[in-house]
């Protein structure tokens, strides 16, 4: 077989090396299967594993130093989740994902393909992620993410893309990049087979440190089903008895939002593995996350937030007595604890009982400092004024959600009525505790 992409649902394989995003058989998901056997080149981070990666015979080769990442057994947790697992930690990636290892391998093969332009529909990590990447390999990008993502990523985002268009949800983002992909060479969404090559790495490397003697558990963010396919297949092809612990937030919250896919893009294929005993998905909510975030931070030493420590947090919830004869390793991705109102809810001490961890979104926040920064305003002007100078192209319907929201937080207040065009419209302005949120 040697190394090739193969659709995992029709078995269909690619010949030619060319530039593919989806299977031309029946338009399934292609992913790279390998009978080589696992050996560590002279290279650095993921391309050590050339040898490994369909990637591998293209050029040149686009990195940032991604992969290689710690390998850490658990040093105090064990008594609290039931066992010792090893802490896979991702945040070190450049950007603090392991779709940094992804990125590296799809920027390899859009550089190698002559491919100019890319437009990406994104929730955040993949448009922040390989538009660094893109930067790097000479390509421009485009992205189109929810407003409702949060400050930092939107501010990364536009950082690193050379155009962001923030629209009010993912299913839009996606509708309006399909639209713009005749002004783009390709569109790149989550299920591209060049994208989970690099992800194939993170597997390669926790069979090349612990061996394949014993059955293995590997915990990890379930999303639109990519990244677990993705481990499931190289462990498969390196004949590893193993089974993936998925885990999801129990509903699509500010802490959680990075984890809450309702329907995942690959549930077909998911299921199948569910039926084979091979994947377990398990639902994590806010608390039950902030809690296991708490622990890493003050037993173990990680400076990592509630969706890096969900994957203990599910472990922690459904742990067995076969799950403790695996090795298990728990992967921990996304930023470090940067969040202010989340560091100051892990601090304990300082958050009364009856406070609320707020943790806005970008359109949100932008609100509350047009408002800070200029006179009372009712959600038409709002609406306005983040259109023309803001360039936040978002539904009316959507700012009256977020001030209406915003009110009941707390953060905003009506302060009068003003009439317009025949309708009667509520004035607010920030409040103190607004004012405080900005700060």
Request: with cysteine; aromatic share 8%.
């Amino acid at each position: 077989m040697g190394i090739e992409l193969r659709c995992v649902r029709c078995g269909y394989e690619v010949g030619e090396v060319r530039y593919i995003d989806r299977c031309p058989n029946c338009g399934g998901l292609l992913i790279t299967r390998s009978s080589e056997p696992l050996r560590r080149g002279k290279r650095s981070g993921i391309w050590a594993w050339s040898s490994n990666l369909y990637t591998s015979r293209m050029t040149p080769k686009i990195t940032l130093g991604e992969g290689n990442t710690p390998l850490v057994k658990s040093a105090k947790i064990g008594k609290s989740i039931g066992l010792t697992p090893y802490l896979k930690d991702e945040s070190k990636n450049p950007t603090g994902s392991f779709i940094d290892r992804g990125s590296a391998t799809l920027a390899t093969a859009l550089k190698y393909f002559k491919i100019r332009s890319v437009v990406i529909p994104s929730t955040g990590d993949l448009a922040i992620s390989l538009s660094t990447y893109l930067k790097r390999a000479g390509i421009s990008s485009k992205a189109y993410i929810p407003s409702s993502v949060t400050l930092n990523k939107a501010y990364k985002t536009l950082l690193v893309s050379d155009k962001v268009r923030f629209v009010d949800s993912y299913e839009e983002a996606l509708s309006k990049a399909l639209k713009s992909t005749q002004f783009y060479d390709t569109i790149v969404l989550p299920t591209n087979p060049f994208l989970i090559d690099g992800y194939r790495t993170i597997a390669i490397e926790i069979i090349y440190s612990l061996g394949k003697k014993k059955p293995l558990m590997i915990v990890a963010p379930i999303g639109d089903g990519v990244l677990a396919l993705s481990i499931h297949y190289v462990l498969e092809d390196l004949r590893v008895q193993h089974k993936i612990l998925g885990v999801r937030a129990c509903k699509e919250s500010p802490l959680l939002r990075d984890i809450y896919v309702a329907k995942p893009m690959l549930q077909e294929y998911l299921k199948k593995l569910e039926e084979q005993d091979l994947v377990e998905v398990v639902s994590v909510c806010d608390d039950e996350a902030l809690e296991a975030s708490e622990l890493m931070v003050k037993m173990e030493g990680f400076l990592i937030g509630p969706v890096g420590a969900s994957c203990i947090a599910a472990l922690k919830k459904v742990l067995t007595k076969n799950m403790k004869n695996l090795t298990t390793v728990a992967l921990m991705s996304g930023d470090p604890l940067q969040d202010p109102y989340v560091i100051k809810a892990l601090l304990g001490k300082t958050v009364k009982p009856e406070e609320h961890i707020v943790t806005l979104g970008f359109t949100k926040t932008k609100i509350l400092e047009v408002l800070a920064y200029g006179n009372p305003a009712h959600p038409y002007m709002l609406w306005k004024e983040l259109k023309q100078k803001h360039g936040l192209n978002v539904s009316k319907r959507i700012i009256y959600k977020h001030v209406e929201e915003l009110i009941e937080l707390g953060l905003l207040k009506v302060v009068g009525y003003e009439k317009v065009e025949g309708r009667t419209r509520k004035v607010v302005s920030i409040t103190e505790l607004g004012l405080k949120y900005l700060m």
